[in-house]
């Protein structure tokens, strides 16, 4: 027989599990984005725990909106294994650029990350950072509703041994890092150039900061990259090489 409270109940054994071992993981990624997500999965294809924290009810970031709300968006050809990989289809445009279904690209991405074995948590907004000598060594946590609210309630904190800031074109990590120890500087994004862009963000994805790495649009605002507007192939590219830096640096190789 169905029983409210074993519903209620189903609910809280199982999420206070999730969260327990979110509280350790190896690398915890900022941000559900297209950068997040497949920086996400790789990483956990590669055998490591994975925590992703999205501040949003929905991950995806800025996939579903496409280009001025059409929900269309474009990569390039150099992207395209990735999508293979996901499971996301595309159609050629000119030989150059390619048109994906933005609400595909968002859902497969989410899907596979999931299905990968990565923790997500949404609805939870990362506020600031822990550092030890050794670095950044994990996160500090609120439901996102109480920013929203404004109420007066501590955050929690989680530990790991990398953070991937793939919180889009605001940085949020990296400028509390830069705010909080004066020892990284957010160059800020500049104004659009895709193509510049598009190469500059896989290149530069990097760690910028002892256990703390950049993929995706985060990557443009500290290293004042311009910006592509809707082309999403050097954000999957970027993930990719995200989750390849943070592998090799926790002894992670294939
Ligand atoms: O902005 P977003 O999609 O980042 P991205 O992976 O991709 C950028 C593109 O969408 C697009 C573009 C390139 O084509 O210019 O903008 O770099 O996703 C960032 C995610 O981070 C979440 C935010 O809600 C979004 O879903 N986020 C931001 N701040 C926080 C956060 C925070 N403090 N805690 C948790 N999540």
């Not at 920086?39 to 800025?62: D, H, I, N, Q, T």
């Not at 001025?68 to 294994?81: E, G, I, R, W």
Request: charged share 20%; glycine share 14%.
């Amino acid at each position: 027989m169905i029983e409210e409270t074993t519903i209620t109940r189903a609910i809280v054994e199982r999420y206070a599990e999730k969260f327990l071992k979110g509280t350790r993981s190896d690398v915890c990624v900022v941000g559900g984005g297209p950068s997040g997500l497949v920086c996400a999965r790789y990483l956990a294809e590669k055998g490591l725990s994975v925590s992703l924290f999205e501040k949003k009810m929905s991950l995806g970031g800025g996939i579903w909106g496409g280009g001025m709300s059409f929900n269309k968006v474009v990569v390039q050809k150099a992207s395209l294994d990735i999508l293979e990989d996901f499971g996301v289809g595309y159609e050629p445009y000119d030989g150059v650029h390619y048109v994906v279904d933005a609400v595909e690209l968002a859902s497969g991405l989410i899907y596979a990350a999931s299905k990968a074995g990565v923790l997500i948590f949404n609805l939870c907004e990362v506020q600031d950072v822990m550092i030890r000598d050794e670095g950044v060594t994990g996160l500090v946590v609120n439901w996102t509703m109480v920013g929203m609210t404004g109420l007066h309630v501590d955050p929690v904190a989680v530990g790991c041994r990398a953070v991937v800031d793939a919180t889009g074109h605001e940085a949020v990590v990296c400028d509390i890092v830069a705010k909080k120890t004066g020892k990284l500087e957010l160059k800020g994004e500049k104004y659009m150039w895709a193509e510049r862009a598009e190469d500059g963000v896989e290149k530069l994805t990097s760690e910028v900061f002892p256990g703390l790495f950049v993929a995706g649009m985060s990557v443009a605002a500290v290293y004042g990259l311009p910006r592509m507007g809707p082309i999403f192939g050097g954000m999957l590219l970027s993930g990719r090489r995200a989750a390849e830096l943070v592998a090799e640096a926790l002894g992670r190789t294939p």
